[in-house]
């Protein structure tokens, strides 16, 4: 089951992926970080689908519709073709935004009379175990959930049990979670196809594009929108989990949570995008969690809910994504202490304070909230701790750590000359301190560059985040010294690797996606253009069909593995394409 042959549908309430045959092989619900009710992902036998597909079980050639998240899939054959349209209804109504937990899928001949089968087979949850069915007159009732799970057809009820049927005109499926379909089918769905279209082709239009990259911004910013979770505001870093990171290592993690370090990147590249109420509404899932922690101890990972109970478990009786196990639901990394996280919290809430537009959210439980989160970074400069990469062992002081906690005093120096002047001494002295200490315990005296931490010599690719952060100026010997070095140690045909030095599993043997974004962005902010277009090229070169991207690739076959799609991966491209591209002026606009 290769990741390219999966697609993506989601409203911001719940999501789904979509193989090329016609499957939903994933689906959560009602929610992102819930069991699944499909998973044939991570087990094929019986892991549950939901299909529609060929009679002869051929795959279908995907696309989107343009500027929308509504997947197309097309199937040809002898005796005749069809699509299917895959979505999840989202649109405005009442003045507010309308996600309901359905899934909507339209099945509609194009030529010929195309024979189909289709087979909603759900489960409940990591049990596998299959719900009770009720008949009723055009629909079927699955039992044993916390809520009523029912598929609404106007299908013969006769032919769902996958024996192949002449498709002679539209049929229409509503999986539902919670109320009902209770209206009209085929106008209901009519209706929420028209205006889901509508909804996301205003929202792309509402978007700053680059001139150049258009096409692989667009999709992005349209992946990136669906790992928001509207109802509390928080933004996770993939909507699957156990994905591996590469064949055989070990490495699958569940990544259905809300990272703040992700969080903080991913409202900078909706910041670019011109895109704004996602910051707002991750600023109310801050607030939440800080007021639940007076000392301000962050975990780096929360549940969409806020909770961070997130103790992981491994399911071993789980075969997983191609057999490569283990299954895990959970992730340990909720008890790490990585201290970039107060760093970037500041940075996510730095253009609330410096930018006119968001002036009436400049409160002051807000400015209390962002004095005290610098503070604190101030305060953990230098400890040892699991870092950006989540070490599970041998903690030690970080640079990236340290870096953050620098941006974190720099910028609130800045934010407390404007609303708080009696505090910006203390916060551009810190921001000073720090520095020093940085440039005396972190740099490589040989070769000039920064290292991954205090005292060593190896680099990690965090370190290109130096030039974007604006830690020294852009004419510095040491920036390129250290985007020359991490190129040098990191790079395999052309993509990085996190780092090359051996972590609780091993060496990383794939490259990750991010990485190489960060070294477009930073090869481009040191005027060495040329060097970040070409490297950019190389992203066209993935399999990926549809412009989705999963969290690593393997640098000879660009195949991609990990947790798809990845939100950092999009966020990535969506810096590095803004770095790189011209600006519109330049093309005389």
């Known amino acids: 089951m290769p990741l390219a042959d999966l697609g993506l549908i989601g409203n911001c309430q719940l999501s789904a992926l979509v193989r090329r045959d016609g499957a939903i092989v994933w689906s959560c619900a009602p929610r992102f970080d819930s069991p699944p009710i499909f998973a044939k992902l991570l087990d094929e036998n019986d892991g549950g689908a939901f299909t529609i597909g060929s009679a002869d079980g051929r795959p ?3 696309r989107y519709l343009v500027n929308t998240n509504v997947l197309e899939t097309k199937f040809e054959g002898a005796d005749g073709a069809f699509r299917i349209l895959d979505f999840a209804p989202r649109f405005m109504q009442n003045e507010r935004s309308f996600r309901p937990t359905k899934l909507v899928r339209i099945v509609e001949p194009l030529s010929g009379t195309p024979r189909i089968r289709v087979t909603c087979d759900p489960v409940i949850g990591w049990t596998r175990k299959r719900p009770r069915r009720e008949l009723g007159s055009h629909h079927i009732s699955f039992h044993g959930y916390d809520a009523e799970v029912r598929l609404t057809t106007d299908a013969s009820l006769s032919y769902l049990n996958g024996e192949p049927f002449a498709l002679s005109e539209r049929k229409h499926f509503v999986l539902a979670w919670g109320a009902p379909v209770e209206e009209a089918l085929e106008p209901l769905c009519d209706r929420f196809l028209r205006e889901t279209i509508k909804y996301w082709r205003l929202w792309v239009k509402h978007c700053d594009i680059p001139p150049m990259y258009q096409d692989e911004v667009i999709r992005s910013a349209l992946a990136l929108k669906l790992h928001c979770f509207e109802d509390t505001g928080a933004i996770v870093a993939s909507l699957t989990t156990s994905l591996p990171e590469s ?7 569940d990544y259905r949570y809300c990272w703040l370090r992700d969080s903080y990147y991913t409202l900078g590249a909706f910041g670019l995008l011109g895109h704004f109420e996602e910051r707002e509404q991750f600023l109310q ?3 939440n969690i800080a007021a639940s922690s007076p000392d301000l101890d ?7 809910d806020g909770k961070s109970d997130l103790t992981e478990e491994v399911l ?11 299954v895990r639901v959970g992730n340990a990394a909720a008890t790490h202490q990585q201290h970039d996280v107060f760093g970037e919290m500041v940075l996510a809430l730095t253009p609330l304070f410096l930018d006119a537009r968001f002036r009436e959210q400049v409160t002051a439980p807000v400015l209390d909230l962002v004095t005290r989160l610098a503070r604190k970074a101030i305060s953990v400069v230098g400890q040892p701790d699991a870092g950006i990469w989540e070490y599970r062992a041998k903690w030690r002081p970080q640079t990236f750590s340290s870096l953050m906690c620098w941006a974190a005093a720099d910028r609130m120096s800045t934010i407390a000359s404007q609303h708080r002047p009696v505090d910006a001494s203390e916060f551009a002295a810190a921001a000073n301190t720090i520095r020093n200490e940085l440039l005396k315990q972190a740099v490589d005296p040989l070769r000039g560059c920064l290292v ?3 005292g060593g010599t190896e680099v990690d690719a965090a370190l290109l985040q130096a030039v974007t952060l604006r830690f020294l100026p852009p004419g510095d010997a040491r920036l390129h010294a250290t985007v020359n070095a991490v190129r040098d140690d990191l790079s395999e045909h052309g993509w990085l690797k996190r780092y090359r ?3 609780d599993f091993g060496a990383p043997a794939v490259a990750f996606m991010l990485c190489t974004f960060w070294q477009i962005e930073a090869l481009a902010r040191l005027d060495r253009v040329d060097e970040a277009r070409a490297l950019f090229e190389r992203v066209r070169n993935v399999k990926a069909p549809l412009g989705l991207l999963a969290e690593d690739l393997e640098p000879q076959s660009n195949v991609m593995w990990g947790n798809f799609p990845q939100a950092y991966s999009h ?5 590095a394409a803004f770095a790189t591209s011209p600006r519109w002026w330049e093309f005389g606009t």
Do not use: M, N
Not at 316 to 326: L, N, Q, R, S, V
Not at 571 to 575: E, K, T
């Open 452 to 454: 991954a931490d205090y």
């Open 501 to 503: 030095t051996h972590d």
């Open 298 to 304: 962050l975990a780096p990972l929360y549940r969409i």
């Open 571 to 575: 966020v990535g491209l969506i810096h």
């Open 316 to 326: 071993t009786d789980w075969p997983g994504f191609c057999g490569e196990k283990p």
């Open 285 to 287: 899932f801050l607030l």
């Open 60 to 62: 279908g050639v995907q």
């Open 247 to 253: 064949p055989g290592s070990g490495r699958t993690w």
